[in-house]
């Protein structure tokens, strides 16, 4: 999977970024798109994924404030992101997922060149 992200960059606290996505299609449909989040040497959270079919994710520590969007005639995934904290500075990365339990999982660091964006910096003051 190809994929292209743009947005990201530095907020004050409270303030909205929107992070967006450009990508080369779902793999299957045991597979989702989505977002994570992480810093070298840190755990990834998976904040936000959705299916083909519009089933959306969001973990609990953005739920309320982030949503994620797409476009399927575009293959295009947005990230809108509200209410930013200092805590939500982070990388962040638009990747495929496999969602067949209960959250959608991401691929590891081996599979980085075939499953994960670029990443992009968002920081939050």
């Known amino acids: 999977v190809q994929l292209v992200e743009s947005g990201g960059g530095s907020v004050q606290a409270g303030g909205s970024l929107r992070l967006s996505c450009t990508h080369s299609g779902y793999i299957s449909s045991r597979h989702c798109m989505g977002w994570f989040r992480q810093a070298p040497g840190k755990a990834r959270e998976g904040i936000a994924g959705i299916r083909r079919d519009g089933d959306e994710y969001y973990a609990g520590s953005v739920k309320g404030r982030f949503t994620i969007s797409q476009d399927n005639a575009k293959n295009t995934l947005t990230l809108q992101m509200s209410s930013l904290k200092p805590e939500d500075t982070d990388m962040y990365y638009c990747?495929?997922?496999?969602?067949?339990?209960?959250?959608?999982?991401?691929?590891?660091?081996?599979?980085?060149?075939?499953?994960w964006g670029q990443g992009t910096q968002v920081t939050v003051s």
């Open positions: 990747a495929a997922c496999l969602w067949v339990g209960p959250t959608p999982t991401y691929y590891d660091e081996n599979y980085a060149s075939d499953y």
